[in-house]
């Protein structure tokens, strides 16, 4: 993996994907950066790392973040099986997404 991923500006991600029928309108799309994009794919559910269910993937423009995430210093924790899931299905605490987000925060500039 590419450090530079997570520099790269945002894209226009549809929560329901098109192939799922989900429509191109703004309650259906979220800004997602190039590697939480690319993880996600066409995926609506993930299995809960800790309880082992399927559950549905976080949903930004219905869900309330501080709910289901909070940060540990570069790395994100799951508050519930919503957040457990999409943290693992975008592969948010990966090594070099957490290393990048420690710089960040020695520079001061993250979260
Ligand atoms: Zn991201």
Known sequence: MNQQFD???FQVEHIVPKKHHGPTESGN???AC???NNHKGTNLTGI???????VR???PRRDNWEDH???EGALLLGRTPVG???IDVLAINLDYRCALRE???????FP
Do not use: H, K, M
């Not at 710089?103 to 500039?109: K, Q, S, T, Y």
């Open 7 to 9: 520099e790269l500006i």
């Open 29 to 31: 799309l979220a800004l």
């Open 34 to 36: 190039f590697a939480c």
């Open 48 to 54: 809960d790392p800790e309880g082992g269910g399927v």
């Open 57 to 59: 993937l976080f949903n």
């Open 69 to 71: 995430f909070e940060w």
């Open 84 to 86: 457990r899931a999409t």
């Open 103 to 109: 710089a960040l925060i020695e520079e001061g500039v």
